[in-house]
């Protein structure tokens, strides 16, 4: 496979790929429960997740593969708490994640459009992006292109302007709401600094990939960080207490009219949301794929059509997302946001668990990065099982604080069933002797 992409290439598409939905969905709601401390929380929440992304890229580098989310925790550590992190996942999304964008993007519309009604808009979006994927990846990369481009405009419409209007006075108090508020916005923050990991689809394209691959991501997290710090500065500077119940549209508003408004207001929000949904269809049905492969999922779930889309998979998650979106409605936004950040952690924790594997396996430490080798290396993968595992703690726990335990059992009761399968499903790939996870062998990996 040809290595055509090179460091700066990685650093557009980690960077492109960070900066999405998460911004403009995420922020009011870490506002409500830090204030003006989100600021300070935005800064908790890049730490922990800069150590997390570089085992990923570590893994990456060393490992190519696609549906190395899943395969390296299966694998190199355990395969059914690497599916127990992946069945969470999968939770994350469905009643998280895909809810979540289109609950939010229909909420900016209304910003707009104020007669619009959000659950039936929100139900057209996740059917719309539906349509786009299933018409196959190539038609929705172009939409993806096309989008990200306008979503930079937008970014830079909102924040050079509105630099020279904040106001210093509301900067005042960032621990007025308690250092535990801020604990737990920079635990749902982390979520905005999700969405670089997906490289590690791409290892086997990447040139020098043990330096370029770890290097990118401080890169690109540190230009992500810098660019969230930007606008929070803007929109608490200048906004404020116009997030608590309102969105970034309502602080644009202040210093934005005519046709740089609308700019910002289509560029910005509604086709960053847009960018995420759409890539979240187009992502999210590859591990997928990988485990039909694999044989945990029935194989005739991972089914294409003339188009190469799964469109099995595609319709299950548009299904699912729906029925979750129809049933909590419009006042699910913030649950909808925890249940997307604890899935997008949970997926991870696993594979921080893997990366111990790069130092114990003797032909795994010969191709890793230099890093790998040195003593002090085994601090990294500490430092990321800690941070993953204490920022999922810190999740469920608000949920079941802010929301009902009820909702914290839900999830449990999820997690169960998914091991129930599990372990049923491995003793049949066992009776037909097609049982790869109790095989040491690293060709697994080889695509």
């Known amino acids: 496979m040809k290595k055509s992409l090179r460091f700066w290439d990685l650093v557009a598409l980690e960077v492109g790929m960070t900066i999405g939905a998460g911004i403009f969905v995420y922020m009011p709601i870490a506002y409500k429960s ?24 570590l893994l990456g580098s060393t490992l190519p593969t696609t549906g190395g989310t899943f395969k390296y925790g299966a694998f190199l550590f355990s395969p059914k708490v690497a599916f127990l992190g992946l069945w969470a996942y999968l ?17 900016y519309m209304k910003g707009i459009w104020n007669g619009i009604s959000v659950v039936p808009v929100a139900l057209i979006i996740l059917t719309f992006f539906f349509v786009v994927n299933l018409l196959g990846l190539k038609t929705a990369s172009r939409v993806e292109m096309i989008s990200v481009a306008l979503l930079f405009i937008a970014i830079a419409i909102y924040t050079v302007p509105g630099i020279g209007r904040i106001e210093a006075s509301n900067f005042e108090g960032v621990f007025a709401k308690g250092i535990g508020s801020i604990i737990y916005a920079s635990a749902l923050l982390t979520f905005t600094f999700a969405g670089s990991n997906a490289v590690i689809e791409l290892g086997g394209e990447v ?33 404020g207490k116009l997030l608590e119940g309102g969105t970034l549209n309502d602080v644009a508003s202040n210093y934005l009219s005519g046709f740089l408004f609308y700019v910002f207001a289509f560029g910005g929000p509604i086709l960053a949301i847009a960018t995420t949904i ?15 492969k694999l044989r945990v999922f029935p194989s005739k779930l991972g089914l294409v059509n003339k188009r190469g889309t799964p469109w099995v998979l595609l319709t299950i998650i548009w299904l699912l997302s729906s ?7 419009e006042s699910g936004l913030n649950l909808f946001a925890a249940f997307a950040s604890i899935g997008g952690i949970a997926v991870i924790i696993p594979t921080m668990f893997a990366v111990f594997k790069l130092k114990k396996n003797e032909t795994l430490r010969k191709t890793a990065p230099a890093i790998v080798k040195k003593k002090w290396f085994i601090f990294i993968p500490i430092l990321g099982v800690v941070f993953s595992i204490v920022i999922m703690l810190i999740l469920l726990y608000q949920v079941g604080v802010d929301f009902s335990t009820s909702f914290f059992l839900f999830f449990i009761v999820w997690e169960v069933i998914g091991m129930i399968y599990f372990i049923f499903r491995l003793r049949y790939l066992d009776r037909m002797e097609k049982n790869v996870f109790s095989e040491n062998d690293l060709s697994v990996f080889d695509d």
């Not at 939770?91 to 909420?107: C, D």
């Not at 770890?214 to 608490?236: D, E, H, Q, R």
């Not at 029925?323 to 409605?329: D, E, Q």
Request: some cysteine.
């Open 34 to 57: 830090a204030g003006i401390g989100t600021i300070v929380a935005f800064i908790f929440a890049f730490l922990p997740m800069a150590i997390i992304m570089i085992n990923v890229m």
């Open 207 to 239: 040139e020098n990939a043990k330096k370029n691959l770890p290097l990118s991501v401080i890169f690109s997290l540190t230009v992500v960080l810098t660019c969230y710090l930007l606008m929070a500065a803007v929109s608490f500077g200048i906004g």
């Open 91 to 107: 939770f994350g999304a469905f009643v998280g994640l895909f809810p979540l964008n289109a609950l939010a993007l229909a909420s």
């Open 278 to 292: 759409n890539a979240t269809y187009m992502w999210g049905t590859r591990s997928l794929l990988a485990l039909c």
């Open 323 to 329: 029925i979750m979106l129809i049933s909590v409605g």
